[in-house]
């Protein structure tokens, strides 16, 4: 059973330009939440979706945006990157939107640096 | 507003020695969450246990316990005989409906556990 992939697992971007974040959850699972974590600090919710909608954000600014597919996999994207932006993404999984008794699993995150 | 706090940003140890970690969480609901994550060099966070508001029993899972106390807002998270293996960076969490159920971590601790 494949747990929570995500790809690329590094990535460099210079600053301006956009990028694009996958993640494909565990199986069974039907929510996609993304984490944002710079170096040293913990993970900062930016956004969760659900039935192809976001259900719940973060304090990310409008720059941050996402989808989710049918089969629930889904993307995270960011435009016009900063140097700020240079952070380990990562994705987790968990069954159901607004539902406490479930855990999230995580994968092990994109490595994005912005220079 | 939620807030953890672990204030042991990092924390050394002789192998088979015991440490405790320390978690303080701010909320004003009522009803939350509390988590500890595990994160290994490699980045993925590993869950090792939920706690709802409403169960103050202490759990101990192998060589893992955790102590919840409402009273003091504190959920401290104690390995017993250290091991190499459980050194990585360890993350409590808050989670409740206010915040759609998304988790707030704090910044972490780090633990090594030396030969």
Redesign the interface.
Known sequence: DAGVTQSPTHLIKTRGQQVTLRCSPKSGHDTV?W?QQAL??????IF?YYEEEE??R?NFPDRFSGHQFPNYSSELNVNALLLGDSA?Y?C?SSIG????NT???????T?LTVV | AQK?TQAQTEISVVEKEDVTLDCVYETRDT?Y?L?W?KQPP??????LI?R?SFDEQNEISGRYSWNFQKSTSSFNFTITASQVVDSAVY?C?L???N??????????TSLLVTP
């Not at chain 2, 490699?42 to 869950?47: A, I, N, T």
Request: net charge positive; glycine share 18%; hydrophobic share 35%.
């Open positions: 939440s984490y040293g600090q913990g993970p900062q919710f969760q259900r719940q973060g380990l990562l987790a939107t607004g539902r406490a855990e999230a699993f995580f994968g092990q995150g490595r | 953890v009803t969450y988590f994550y490699s980045g993925e966070l590993v869950f939920r709802n993350f969490a989670s409740s409906s915040s759609g159920y998304a988790l707030n971590f704090g910044k972490g």
